[in-house]
């Protein structure tokens, strides 16, 4: 059992930065692949950005990718999200999820655990 709590959601303006965290219980996170997803009102819950267990590999969404950088300290058992650039499309609840199979994982419905998300909010 994993659980994960996300922090750093605040509002901003457009092309500020923020940098989100997630921690996480238990002594097995690092055998986790992790991924963030956000959610929008209205829209459904998307892919953001993931990590392999060693932190080797990342993928991001084509909307984020040269913007956002996913990284983990298995050592703190917490895995970020730096959000450079940031634009009003960009506000969402942000959350945090952990898979137990291997990356690379982009789908939500593959996560086994979730956070209870952080909001984002982006003003121009």
């Known amino acids: 059992q994993v659980q994960l709590v996300e922090s750093g959601g605040r509002w901003v303006q457009a092309g500020d930065s923020l940098r989100l965290s997630c921690a996480a219980s238990g002594r097995t996170f690092s055998s986790y692949t992790m991924g963030w997803f956000r959610q929008a009102p209205g829209k459904e819950r998307e892919f953001v950005a993931a990590?392999?267990?060693?932190?080797?590999?990342?993928s991001y969404a084509t909307s984020v990718k040269g913007r956002f950088t996913i990284s983990r300290d298995n050592a703190k058992n917490t895995v970020y999200l730096q959000m450079n650039s940031l634009r009003p499309e960009d506000t969402a609840v942000y959350y945090c999820?952990?898979?137990?199979?291997?990356?690379?994982?982009?789908?939500?419905?593959?996560?086994?655990?979730w956070g209870q998300g952080t909001q984002v909010t982006v003003s121009s």
């Open positions: 990590i392999s267990t060693s932190a080797s590999m990342t």
């Open positions: 999820a952990a898979a137990r199979i291997v990356f690379p994982v982009s789908t939500w419905s593959q996560y086994d655990y």
